[in-house]
């Protein structure tokens, strides 16, 4: 029997920082149930954005661009499991993450009536996600829309969100590394994640 593959995907643009700590330890909980981890970290791949020409309509495949999204189609196809996770930057996830999710299209298909209803072809298999965003502000309402950025693209794909991360009152590069509960939770819930795969 295979063993389960979880890709974790990380949006920080800053390397050790609270969101790549975090997702190690998510990563980690999921290797420790006994799955396959990837760690992919945005800022080390070169994404453009989506230019709207929707030719992935047609092809079932991003033909417009040959970049990282091209390394990381095939991950992705591969995970059942997937983790993303982003600081939250101005009420919403960063830009790199924003590149990736919506380089996520090729996935949809669309009927030709507008408007146009569509599904997933990662849908009915199964996948489940995690997601989570790390805010310096206390009060939730600071983190904006990010988890939610990060949550409805992967439920409109066919993924069964688990569980919504926040965590708040952190911004000093690597500070969650003090909190040893938090890295606790974090572990637990990738864990439990492989587990609900099984």
């Keep these: 029997m295979s063993k389960i593959k979880i890709i974790g995907v990380g949006g920080s643009p800053r390397k050790n920082g609270n969101t790549d700590l975090l997702l190690d330890s998510f990563l980690k909980g999921a290797e420790s149930a ?8 945005l ?8 230019i709207g020409c929707e030719a992935c309509r047609k092809t079932g495949v991003c033909t417009q661009f040959h970049d990282g999204m091209s390394l990381l189609y095939p991950e992705i196809n591969e995970s059942k499991g ?3 996770g982003s600081p939250t930057y101005n ?7 924003k590149a990736f999710i919506d380089r996520l299209y090729p996935y949809y298909n669309f009927t030709n009536e ?12 199964g996948r489940k996600a995690i997601v989570f965003s790390v805010c310096e502000q206390l009060d939730i309402k600071e983190m904006g829309f990010a988890l939610e950025a990060l949550e409805m693209p992967l439920e409109a794909l066919g ?4 569980e919504k991360f926040p965590v708040t009152g952190y911004f000093s590069r690597g500070s969650v590394s003090k909190n040893e509960l938090l890295l606790k939770k974090a572990f637990e819930a990738g864990k439990k994640m492989v587990l609900t795969l099984r």
């Design 82 to 84: 997937i983790i993303l």
């Design 43 to 50: 800022r080390d791949y070169s994404i453009e954005f989506c």
């Design 159 to 162: 993924y069964d969100v688990l």
């Design 114 to 125: 507008h408007p146009r209803n569509y599904s997933s072809n990662l849908a009915g298999q």
């Design 91 to 97: 009420y919403n996830v960063t830009a790199l993450m």
């Design 34 to 41: 006994g799955a396959n981890i990837k760690k992919v970290q």
